[in-house]
């Protein structure tokens, strides 16, 4: 029926919880759910590290890298909905463009 796992998984995920199925309403569910739950005790003694919220859940897993934060967050919850945020950052990433010698645009993420 299906043709991968992830496929399926993502199919059960949406059937479960319909309201998550646009990544903006991921977003800002995850957002309400670490400001209200995290970031206070987060941001006074883990700032740096990156935790992905489970928004299906509200549970937060928190990691000195995102990669490591997605690995526990999967790990724990494969049909888990993820929003990744840098504690006590604007945003987890920044991003921005830089010319390049043949006159084009290059994204830079840092």
Do not use: C
Request: aromatic share 10%; no cysteine.
């Amino acid at each position: 029926m299906f043709p991968n796992r992830a496929q399926e998984e993502a199919t059960v995920v949406a059937a479960m919880n319909p309201h998550l199925t646009n990544p903006k309403q991921v977003a800002e569910a995850g957002e309400r759910i670490y400001a209200e739950r995290y970031k206070d005790q987060f941001e006074r003694d883990q700032s740096g590290k990156f935790a992905v919220v489970d928004v299906t859940t509200g549970k937060a897993y928190l990691a000195d890298s995102a990669i490591d934060a997605f690995r526990q967050a999967a790990a724990d919850a494969s049909l888990g909905a993820f929003h990744l945020i840098k504690v006590g950052s604007p945003g987890a990433f920044r991003v921005g463009y830089s010319g390049s010698s043949n006159g084009t645009l290059d994204w830079v993420f840092r």
